[in-house]
């Protein structure tokens, strides 16, 4: 492929940094907590949304990068920010976000929710009947599990917990013992509620509450009799949670996984958050107890978990303060009972929310109750802590059936769950494997073998999400059901390769990740260019999660020069600078976003009219081209493939209700109906073409 020679496309100017870009998504997040447009408990819930991901953001992506500082490896990345210009700039956006966040809390929603009648009760609001209801909550709930630490050379700053709510007290006077304590510490333990309900009979409104951190500020005085309280300030620490197992050393990956979880709670502290009236007496000792620097403080001025704010949305009996109930279409089985025999007719293509994922619940369901199937081989991702589908593979395999399932233990955050279920199905007799050491197997599949007359059978089920019934309500995906022979012995070999640790040879439809999707996608990347240097109409659609991987950044570029038309849907991190002039003209992003996450991959290549159409679980990131088992599956049926084209393209790029386009520079700019144009929500549309709502 010829470069543009004008152009050096390996340029960092040409690149969005990863850390700013996803900054960027989590505030469009928070765009959408102040669109009145979004019914006011939803808005509540996005604005938790903003919150929970940015405790993420610096448990993973701002830990990574104080990492590779401390150790001295920074790596060399296509925008070119070192980890410490990287970090500067973090620091500037976090903090504009967050002050931006608890401006949206404390302007716009408080404000709209009392409108409703729906009070967050303050400190110096509460009548004398709240305050001796809530003293006696303190007395009775509160103080018997709380254990104030006083700070002396006998008692040092207690280990505390990562994302706990503490408090930092300052005092006058001595203790019990004659000693002069000055400074105390007292940790709201995990189990109590952030949010109590005040009782109706005292309250402006049934749904009045108040925050524990306010009964905590009032009453904390009898945590130490005999001594003057001075101030009570409320902080919490995000740390570090990336977990570290040295894979070729560990002989049992699972118990060292056991062993390691613990730490998590406890890793480098890479952010304080503390309430704004806090003396700076006692920021500053906070920020020497963990060596921390100016760029790491963020002082809030409300609750400094605003996630925890997501307990109002369960609490308050509103519906008509939330998006409207709907039905997806039923499961094939309603009309189908018998879903092997449905998918010798012709492929299933499922989209869900819209589409129900209770079709692939039945699936494992009716293999792991039908005498004829003999086997059942499925990879796991992320499926919850109660998850029927185990139940169901926990069936089979003590029906005698043979039962093997890929459990990937390294689920960031879903480690221990994925450690039970590993257990529960071994315990029942199924063959249990963690993937491959060093590659995260984040495949979704499932093969069913199936004895029909005098021959075996292979039915599978290939997915963009994962095998969670939970998440499949609110995140989009796509899932084919098929028993093609040609795809079933694919994934026949990919099993294989899963267990037997043999290699893959001559998939005929999958691509494969670490093996061959990235160089899959960059000749057909190639191909459109050729095509349109040859003077033909060249076409590449795509979406994704994340787009951060630079060849194929660089790719697009190419084919962007050669006037190949780029349309991507990237909802995350989009590392590519659309619309610049001689390099990406051509090339148009955007991100949707709304009631549902967009989780798909999709990758459209219109090959001079032979059109080719992949649904896949990698984004396109170094990790899922290099360092996971992924799979990218063709969508063969015309039918189905044009199904997928209007429902995962078209009306995402038609969307002016719920869409952002990115621009040159890295900003997204909000879509808005033009004057006398329809508004268009994707999301809205698919509830109408197959929910029942």
Not at 509 to 535: D, V
Not at 609 to 633: H, I, K, T
Request: glycine share 6%.
């Amino acid at each position: 492929m010829t470069e543009n020679t004008t152009h050096r496309l390996d340029s960092p100017e040409y690149y969005i940094n990863r850390e700013l870009s996803l900054l960027a998504f989590n505030q469009r997040v928070l765009e959408l907590a102040q669109d009145p447009d979004v019914p006011l408990l939803e808005r509540l819930r996005f604005l938790c949304i903003s919150s929970a991901n940015m405790d993420e953001f610096f448990e993973v992506r701002v830990a990574s990068l104080k990492q590779q500082l401390q150790l001295d490896i920074a790596s060399v990345v296509a925008d070119g920010l070192t980890p410490t210009e990287a970090l500067r700039q973090i620091s500037t956006t976090a903090h504009a976000l967050v002050e931006q966040q608890y401006q949206v809390l404390n302007e716009i929603l408080i404000p709209a929710l009392r409108k409703e009648h729906i009070h967050f009760v303050r400190r110096n609001h509460w009548d004398e009947r709240q305050r001796e209801w809530l003293s006696d909550f303190f007395d009775r709930e509160l103080m018997p599990l709380l254990s104030p630490l006083g700070l002396d050379p006998a008692h040092p700053f207690p280990n505390v917990i990562n994302k706990s709510l503490n408090f930092i007290v300052g005092l006058r006077g001595t203790d019990a013992f004659g000693r002069e304590i000055d400074t105390a510490i007292v940790q709201a333990p995990r189990t109590l509620p952030r949010i109590i309900r005040l009782p109706e009979n005292m309250a402006a409104s049934a749904n009045s509450f108040v925050f524990l951190s306010s009964i905590l500020h009032a009453f904390i005085d009898r945590l130490f009799p005999g001594m003057e309280v001075q101030g009570c300030y409320q902080f919490r620490l995000t740390r570090n949670s990336n977990m570290y197992v040295d894979e070729e050393e560990v002989e049992d990956l699972l118990q060292a996984m056991q062993g390691e979880l613990p730490q998590r709670n406890y890793g480098a502290v890479v952010r304080l958050e503390i309430s704004d009236h806090c003396p700076q007496e006692g920021i500053d000792y906070l920020m020497e107890q963990f060596d921390l620097c100016e760029q790491d403080l963020y002082n809030v001025n409300g609750p400094v978990n605003l996630n925890r704010l997501m307990a109002i949305a369960d609490l308050v009996d509103r519906p008509d303060l939330r998006f409207p109930p709907f039905r997806p279409a039923p499961s094939v089985m309603e009309h189908h009972p018998d879903l092997f025999e449905r998918i010798r007719y012709e492929d299933v293509l499922l989209h869900h929310p819209y589409q129900s994922f209770q079709t692939v619940m039945d699936f494992i369901g009716q293999a792991a109750n039908d005498p004829d199937v003999l086997a059942i081989k499925m990879t796991l991702y992320r499926t919850g802590k109660q998850s029927e589908l185990v139940k169901q593979l926990v069936r089979a395999a003590r029906a005698g059936k043979e039962v093997t399932v890929v459990v990937e233990l390294r689920a960031r955050f879903d480690e221990e769950a994925n450690i039970s279920l590993a257990n529960q199905l071994q315990d029942a007799g199924a063959h249990v494997v963690y993937g491959v050491v060093g590659y995260k197997t984040h495949a979704k599949l499932c093969l069913v073998v199936r004895r029909e007359r005098e021959c075996l059978r292979r039915y599978v089920h290939l997915g963009t999400g994962n095998y969670h019934a939970g998440t499949a309500r609110i995140y989009t995906d796509f899932g084919l059901l098929t028993c093609q022979p040609d795809i079933t012995e694919d994934v026949h070999k990919v099993f294989h390769m899963l267990t037997g640790l043999g290699r893959v040879r001559d998939l005929k439809h999958l691509l494969e990740s670490p093996f061959t999707l990235h160089q899959a996608i960059m000749g057909k990347i190639q191909r459109e260019t050729e095509f349109a240097l040859a003077g033909k109409i060249a076409l590449i659609r795509a979406r994704m999660n994340a787009l951060i991987e630079p060849q194929v950044i660089r790719a697009l570029y190419q084919a962007s020069q050669a006037g190949v038309r780029v349309e991507l849907v990237v909802r995350g991190v989009c590392c590519l600078r659309p619309g610049i002039p001689g390099v990406s003209d051509n090339i148009h992003v955007r991100s949707v976003m709304g009631r549902f996450l967009e989780h798909p991959r999709v990758f459209y290549f219109l090959n001079d009219g032979q059109e080719e159409l992949y649904c896949s679980s990698a984004d396109w990131m170094p990790r899922n081209f290099f360092r996971r088992v992924e799979v990218a599956f063709p969508i063969l049926d015309k039918a189905l493939r044009n199904r997928i084209i209007h429902e995962a393209f078209e009306l995402h790029l038609q969307d002016n209700s719920q869409a952002w386009a990115l621009q040159a520079d890295g900003a997204y700019l909000r879509q808005q109906p033009g004057e006398g144009t329809m508004p268009v929500s994707a999301q809205a549309s698919l509830l109408n073409l197959l929910g029942k709502g």
